[in-house]
C-alpha cells in the first residue's frame, strides 16, 4: 500500500527557507496516474493547498505564494520536495504531502502524509 | 477568506441528519469543477471523504452522501454518531487561481 511521510527541520527561523522532503513508499511516484501535492493548515485553521508536481517535473503553485515556493520531484530517491523562502511566523503550520489524482474537471488528494508541523521562530 | 464558503459550524442530535454546504463562484464550483470533501477528526489527517460530487472511496459508510447543483455542493450525514464529529472540508478546482482551493472548513458537534 502506497504511503507517504513527510521529512524536514521542525523549527525555522524567520527570513530562511524551509525545506521538507516526501518520501513515496509502496508504489511509484513516476505513475502517470496521479500528481503530488504539499497542503498547509496553520495551528487551529483550515487547509491551504501550497502546489503540486508530476513526475516530468510540472509544477503547479498557489499565487498568493508562488514568488516563495519551489517544488521539486526525484524519482530516482521516489521524493519529492517543497522550498519555501522568506518564511514568516505566519508559514507556521503543519505541512503535508499528499498524492492528487488529476483530470480536466477534477484536482483530489486521496492519500496524505501524517503531516509535519514546522515552526517559524528565532 | 476562503474562496469557498461553509459555515464555521454545525450540530446535530444522534440518529439525526445534518448537512454542509459549501458555497463556490463562476470559476470554480459553477463552472462545472468537481468538488471533493475531507473528513479531519481531533488530531489527526485529513481524509477524503467523498471525491467528484457523489462518490465514497472504499470504507466510507454510505450514510455519507455528496452532491452538486449550480455554484454550490453539501455534504449529507444521516444517522449521525459521536465518531462523525469532525472537521469537515469541501474542495474544488479554480480556473483564475489555477489550482485547488479549499472551504475555510466545519466544525461538526454531535449533541
Known amino acids: 500500500q502506497l504511503q507517504l511521510q513527510e521529512s524536514g527541520p521542525g523549527l525555522v527561523k524567520p527570513s530562511e527557507t524551509l525545506s521538507l522532503t516526501c518520501t513515496v513508499s509502496?508504489?511509484?511516484?513516476?505513475?502517470?496516474?496521479?500528481?503530488w501535492a504539499w497542503i498547509r493548515q496553520p495551528p487551529g485553521k483550515g487547509l491551504e493547498w501550497t502546489g503540486t508536481?508530476?513526475?516530468?517535473?510540472?509544477?503547479y503553485y498557489n499565487p498568493s505564494l508562488k514568488s516563495r515556493v519551489t517544488i521539486s520531484v526525484d524519482t530516482s530517491k521516489s521524493q519529492f520536495s517543497l522550498k519555501l523562502t522568506s518564511v514568516t511566523a505566519a508559514d507556521t503550520a503543519v505541512y503535508y504531502c499528499?498524492?492528487?489524482?488529476?483530470?480536466?474537471?477534477?484536482?483530489?488528494?486521496?492519500?496524505w502524509g501524517r503531516g509535519t508541523l514546522v515552526t517559524v521562530s528565532s | 477568506q476562503s474562496v469557498l464558503t461553509q459555515p464555521p459550524s454545525v450540530s446535530g442530535a444522534p440518529g439525526q441528519r445534518v448537512t454542509i454546504s459549501c458555497t463556490g463562484t463562476s470559476s470554480n464550483i459553477g463552472a462545472g469543477y468537481d468538488v471533493h470533501w475531507y473528513q479531519q477528526l481531533p488530531g489527526t489527517v485529513p481524509k477524503l471523504l467523498i471525491y467528484v460530487n457523489t462518490n465514497r472511496p472504499s470504507g466510507v459508510p454510505d450514510r455519507f452522501s455528496g452532491s452538486k447543483s449550480g455554484t454550490s455542493a453539501s455534504l449529507a450525514i444521516t444517522g449521525l454518531q459521536a465518531e462523525d464529529e469532525a472537521d469537515y472540508y469541501c474542495q474544488s478546482y479554480d480556473s483564475s487561481l489555477s489550482g485547488s482551493v479549499f472551504g475555510g472548513g466545519t466544525k461538526l458537534t454531535v449533541l
Open positions: 509502496g508504489g511509484s511516484i513516476s505513475s502517470r496516474s496521479y500528481y
Open positions: 499528499a498524492r492528487q489524482a488529476v483530470s480536466a474537471n477534477y484536482w483530489y488528494f486521496d492519500l
Open positions: 508536481t508530476y513526475y516530468s517535473g510540472s509544477t
